[in-house]
């Protein structure tokens, strides 16, 4: 069986022309993965921000939604679990396209290796005030709110929110206070899980903890890395586009 974890995707709604290749990249990565791959999990900021309306879906994803679709018709099965960029999930990747839907982690046995994959942002740190506000920002309430406003302004608004967040450069310091964070997580977890994988980093890694592998399946922003498990065996690659 042939499984492929990727995350960090980061896709847009407003795409600069960095942006648009980077999707090109993506696309045709997915694409390649049609009838050959079993089970694609997805970890995390696939979408730089995810809104749905009742009626009205981003048009901008439509082409990577529609790979997501053939995949599925191909018999791929597909998981997806919540980043922190896109948390507000209302069923159209579970209904229309047919994902499995997760919110913090997702265990499963593949190839008779116990797995567990998440996003990380819960793991980084020991950051009480991080967790509130992941529990409040994905409460139906904040939701309902930004889906009151008409989607041309409400996703110009989260568009803003988004740029700022990332203009705010972390220094090296906490980039490895949070990549330690995810590390001692996975310390955790290899008492009884073989393979853990996380993303959130945008550091792709590849280590050997206690009995376990750990992968951070790293970004589609500089590295273009994916998680793969074939047989008994799990590797850490990048994408060569043609
Ligand atoms: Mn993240």
Redesign the pocket.
């Known amino acids: 069986m042939k499984c492929i974890i990727a995350s ?1 995707f980061h896709l847009k709604y407003y795409e600069t022309e960095e942006d648009k290749q980077r999707r090109n990249i993506i696309e045709q990565f997915l694409t390649s993965l049609i009838g050959n791959t079993d089970c694609l999990i997805l970890a ?2 696939i979408f730089d921000l995810w809104a749905e309306w009742d009626n009205v879906i981003i048009k901008q994803y439509f082409s990577v939604l529609n790979i997501f679709f053939n995949l599925k018709k191909a018999g791929c099965r597909l998981v997806f679990l919540s ?3 896109d948390f507000w999930l209302d069923g159209f990747l579970s209904e229309n396209i047919g994902f499995e839907i997760y919110q913090d982690d997702f265990c499963d046995t593949i190839n008779g290796k116990k797995i567990f994959v998440s ?3 819960l793991y980084t740190k020991n950051d009480i005030r991080y967790q509130i506000f992941r529990r409040i920002i994905r409460t139906t309430f904040v939701k309902k709110i930004f889906r009151i406003i008409h989607p041309d302004i409400s996703l110009r608004f989260g568009h803003l929110m988004s740029r700022s967040s990332r203009s705010r450069k972390d220094s090296i310091q906490l980039i490895k206070q949070k990549e330690n964070g995810l590390i001692q997580k996975a310390t955790n977890l290899s008492i009884n899980k073989d393979y853990i994988i996380m ?2 980093s945008h550091r792709p890694l590849k280590i050997q903890i206690n009995n376990s592998v750990y992968i951070n399946s790293g970004d589609w922003i500089k590295n273009y890395t994916y998680c793969i498990i074939n047989d008994s065996t799990i590797d850490l690659l990048k994408f060569d586009p043609i």
């Open positions: 960090d995390g900021d980043g922190n960029h996003h990380g942002d993303g959130h």
